[in-house]
């Protein structure tokens, strides 16, 4: 498959390590430009962008908290430029806190909510406005948002299933703008036109 993305650019988030970095790769090895974005990792993200480079393709890596949605929307301009402009968004920067019900914290689940949710709405919300036609977002869920094989995995479910349901109401969003057959009812069922 490789060069299928040529003259493409992506940015994964949370692509400093684990599924990220391996994704990050993968995006690099079939042709594209990729801008990363890590938390804490620098030492990771820099191994990535090196793995990339090394392979005859631009990266960047970029110090950015998921979770601080100011944050990503100041600095969201700047990863594209970086690199030129955005293809690509995969939305892979994830939190957890396993803790039962009763052991977690409103900052947890603020903290899970901010990285998981908002997050993602924000770099999904920055990345469409700089997309050309032809644009791919890529969500990142967990069987979690189904079923919850472990205890104290609820808040983390719960937002990995926000994730799926904005993944199926943003589907509908681009082939709106794009003059599809269908529109969306006040009741929130598609309808043909």
Do not use: C
């Not at 998921?66 to 939190?95: C, Y």
């Not at 901010?114 to 999904?124: I, P, S």
């Not at 983390?156 to 109401?169: D, F, P, S, V």
């Amino acid at each position: 498959m490789s060069g299928t993305l040529d003259g493409k650019v992506a940015l994964v988030t949370g692509g400093s390590r684990g599924i990220g970095a391996a994704i990050a790769k993968r995006l690099a090895q079939d042709g594209a430009d990729v801008a990363i974005t890590y938390a804490s990792a620098q030492a990771k993200a820099d191994e990535v962008v090196r793995a990339i480079t090394s392979s005859g393709r631009r990266a960047v890596a970029i110090r950015a908290d998921s979770g601080d949605a100011d944050a990503a929307r100041g600095r969201s301009p700047r990863r594209w430029r970086a690199l030129g402009r955005i293809d690509v968004l995969v939305n892979n920067a994830g939190a957890a806190v396993i803790t039962p019900l009763e052991q977690l914290t409103v900052e947890d689940f603020d903290r899970l909510v901010g990285v998981n949710v908002r997050g993602v709405f924000v770099a999904t919300q920055e990345a469409s406005r700089h997309m050309g036609p032809g644009g791919r977002v890529i969500m990142i869920g967990s069987v979690n948002s189904d079923r919850v094989p472990f205890e104290g995995g609820s808040l983390y479910a719960m937002t990995k299933g926000a994730i799926a349901g904005l993944t199926r109401g943003l589907a509908r969003d681009p082939a709106a703008r794009a003059g599809s057959r269908s529109t969306t009812s006040s009741r929130g069922r598609s309808r043909p036109t």
